[in-house]
């Protein structure tokens, strides 16, 4: 489990770094904190997705990619819940700078490791076992 935690957090490395510059990105084109960090997060969650599939946990081979991607989404907007307060949180009360949006980012993203982390492990890649017929 310590290895999976490891590489998890490996993913969530980049995810932190697509969707910081997916949201500078979104601002520089004049989304704002608010939209702009909806498509950031989308994307980073795409990203995470593709290198946990492969890398952390071994997929479910009975279900399709869009039913695994559904559910990967599903379980990371739990998170991604907490993880988008945290961050609107930090963008209201914290004076408007260049980093805001990078230590906002930050925050909501440590806010969302363990939710993200347990739900994936437990629920989008859970082991199926099959019962050997007797």
Not at 66 to 83: F, H, K, T
Not at 108 to 118: E, K, R, Y
Request: glycine share 8%; aromatic share 16%; charged share 15%.
């Amino acid at each position: 489990m310590r290895r999976e935690l490891t590489r998890f957090a490996v993913a969530g490395t980049l995810g932190f770094i697509v969707d910081a510059g997916v949201l500078y990105i979104a601002l520089w084109a004049g989304l704002g904190y608010y939209a702009g960090r909806a498509v950031s997060f989308l994307c980073a969650v795409w990203t995470t997705w593709q290198f946990n599939r492969r890398f952390t946990f071994t997929p479910s081979k009975s279900q399709s990619l869009l039913a695994e991607w559904g559910r990967y989404l599903v379980a990371m907007s739990a998170g991604g819940c907490a993880n988008y307060a945290s961050y609107s949180a930090v963008v209201t009360l914290l004076k408007p700078t260049s980093w805001l949006p990078l230590f906002a980012i930050a925050v909501g993203s440590i806010v969302g490791l363990m939710l993200n982390f347990v739900s994936a492990k437990w629920w989008v890649f859970k082991k199926t076992t099959v019962e050997p017929d007797r």
